[in-house]
């Protein structure tokens, strides 16, 4: 396995929430009249959130993970439902998928795991396996919350708790020290002006290497690749407008082929 396939695979159990993100919200809502019409294919699915509430909906779901494990977790969550299928396989080649989609999602910024040449690998698969009119959602992070913020979020769990909070104190110390690292090695002038940039993510305890693309630059990169943007929407699902200079650790983008 590549490194952060292999992070995925051994972080299986961190995936236990269901509940749609905003911006995924707005888009269950865009394709509500016709729902029950939608074929839809979910890559990066791990442990099933988002086919938790689309699976049933739609006319045909196929859900696809690289990771063993994380497929695994997907069917068995998913194994009463009809018309649902959950394939190990890699985003970077879908062409065993038989048919086309409507509706292609690639949530929580799992195309950021690819590789600079995988994610345009992944743009150009997506293109060919949606109908003319479809739609591909993805998340992804935003170049523009760099350098990282040293300060740590506390969980909004026990963030009221004694105990938490000490124990909170020492591991803020300690990822304050990281962070202080990761930005160090950056050269924010070089990424700026290429678009994006590969380092170490917060998310996995630093394990994981993510791509984070300038907003703007996203869209030059989703034409370039056959792709308009319909709409950009930040973490509480509102519309983006362009520049986008918000600090936001990621944003969505939804798009559609372009008609030529
Ligand atoms: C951050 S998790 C998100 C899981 C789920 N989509 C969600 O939103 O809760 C990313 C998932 O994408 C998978 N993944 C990442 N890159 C992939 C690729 N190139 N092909 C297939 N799966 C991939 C990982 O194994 C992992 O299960």
Redesign the pocket.
Known sequence: MEP??QV??ED?SV?T?MALMPAERITLRRLAPRINEIEML?????????SWTFAPLVKRYVG????PR?AEAARKRLENEPNVEVLL????DLTSIEGDFDFI???????D??SPE?RLE?LDQVHAKLKPRGLFQFSTHNLGTLPFDTRRPLSPRFGNMRAYRLYALGAGIRYAQRIRKINRSLDLTAARQRGWVVIPSM?HNFRIQDYYIDPQFQVEQLHEHGFDLVAMLDQNGRKVTLPHSSRDPWFDCLCTPTVT
Request: no cysteine; charged share 20%; net charge negative.
């Open positions: 952060n396939q995925f695979d299986v995936f929430d979910d890559l990066g699915v791990g442990t099933g959130r988002t696809l993970d690289y990771s994380m396989g890699d985003a970077r999602l690639f949530s929580f910024n799992a195309i795991a690819a995988g992944i998310s």
